[in-house]
């Protein structure tokens, strides 16, 4: 006959004993060259060492067994230790970026990785930054001078409210049903692993943007397209053969269709610029969320990954 331990100690068995053997008034028969496995789990709610007390009886004989073991608070570590990382990608080209968990406890931690969302979106939150560093020697004039500045995409660390917002109204959930391949994937270690004291694991997030469907075509093909010409109306279609001397009338005619022209080419590269910059502010972001858990219940840490797809 065997005792059962505590239901709700730190020693208990986490399961009803399951067996083939005869179970009568509350002891188990077990014939001879037999082997009954009792599970015991310890699970500690304290930093300290445990000690529990349980028995074996068998007729008269009576063996007194203890279970000892030692809560250790877990200490641990991320490196790079930040929420948030970005990294970019060529459609159907990877990209990388490694995470490491160190344990830096008396006892081995066990992990489990969730994926929380997969989102999409255009832009991220911006900040306001100089657009350029004021130099140290510079004359009293430009150092009272007011910087101008600039938006642009903040260099995100943590999960500040402004990049919730942005993850949770501004993107929109993926679904990768379709995908040859997952866009993120987690390498080197499972969803459920373990890191052994003193040790570390890496976990290596790869980031695979899906080939898009699109065809990419030249925005541009007709931006030489009706450039003026340099040379006069009058002068084209006149058949060849020994040229006039210019007079001073032509020669101003020419100067103001030329004038004309490279104010027209100046317009023609403004506007490429723009369409440039446009097509760097609406581009393609992919972010996922994983949540981080120890022992499968306590969860530790949230880590993003938005990836920039590259055109």
Do not use: W
């Not at 948030?84 to 080209?93: E, I, P, W």
């Amino acid at each position: 006959r065997l005792s059962t331990l505590s239901p709700v100690g730190q020693f208990m068995c986490p399961a009803a004993l399951e067996t083939p053997l005869k179970v009568s008034g509350g002891g188990v028969e077990l014939p001879p060259e037999h082997i009954l496995h009792v599970p015991v789990l310890f699970s500690p709610a304290v930093s300290s060492k445990v000690v529990e007390r349980f028995e074996v009886i068998c007729g008269t004989t009576v063996i007194h067994l203890q279970a000892k073991g030692e809560g250790v608070t877990p200490v641990f570590s991320f490196a790079p230790d930040r929420e948030v990382f970005t990294l970019s990608s060529a459609s159907g080209k990877k990209a990388d970026i490694v995470v490491t968990i160190e344990n830096n406890c008396a006892a081995p931690l066990n992990f489990k990785i969730k994926q929380k969302f997969l989102k999409e979106g255009s832009s991220l939150p911006t900040g306001a930054k100089p657009s350029h560093i004021q130099s140290p020697g510079g004359s009293a004039k430009s150092k009272n001078k007011p910087k101008k500045e600039k938006k642009a995409e903040a260099d995100f660390q943590t999960l500040t409210p402004e990049l919730v917002h942005c993850l949770d109204e501004q993107f929109v959930n993926v679904q990768e049903d379709h995908q040859a391949e997952a866009i993120f994937k987690i390498m080197e270690v499972g969803e459920n692993f373990d890191v052994p004291v003193g040790g570390m694991s890496k976990v290596l997030v790869r980031f695979t943007p899906p080939i898009s469907t699109k065809t990419i075509t030249d925005q541009h093909d007709g931006s030489t397209k009706g450039t003026a010409s340099t040379k006069s109306k009058k002068d084209k279609g006149k058949p060849g053969g020994k040229m006039k001397k210019p007079s001073i009338k032509n020669e101003k005619i020419d100067a103001k269709y030329a004038a004309k022209a490279n104010k027209k080419q100046e317009n023609i590269v403004k506007d490429e610029r723009q369409e440039k910059e446009q097509d760097t502010t609406g581009k393609r972001l992919i972010a996922v969320k994983y949540e981080v858990f120890l022992s499968n219940f306590q969860k530790v840490k949230d880590l993003v990954f938005i990836g920039s797809v590259k055109k």
